[in-house]
């Protein structure tokens, strides 16, 4: 399976999901000044399966009815958040199917103190 990363998505996430697909990033495809809807024709265009993003409002700003690839959206693109839910983002990229639409909730980065949480 040919799987595209978004370049919002951090490098780490490549090399953690292992080498079971070929990933690569729109950066190294040289595709990296290319906007959403261009993109994903691009991606199309050049055989990729899945395009995987931290860009969740994408589901709302493109018409992905007759898409050919598949879309996976991450709710977050903080490394830290995401190292947690390896797991569930492989399983997200395995199970995906041409035109579909997978929002994968890794949680959100917040920077709000809890009510409980002293402050400094």
Known sequence: MKVLFDQNLPHKLRTSLGSHHEIVTAAYMGWGELKNGELLQTAEANGMDVFVTGDGSLEFEQNL???????????????????????????????????????????????????????E
């Open 65 to 119: 009815s007759g898409r050919l690839l598949a879309i996976v959206a991450l709710s977050t693109n903080n490394w830290p958040i995401i190292k947690n839910h390896i797991a569930r983002i492989r399983a997200a990229i395995d199970g995906a199917k041409p035109g579909t639409f997978q929002a994968v909730d890794c949680g959100r980065f917040s920077r709000k103190h809890s009510k409980d949480a002293p402050l």
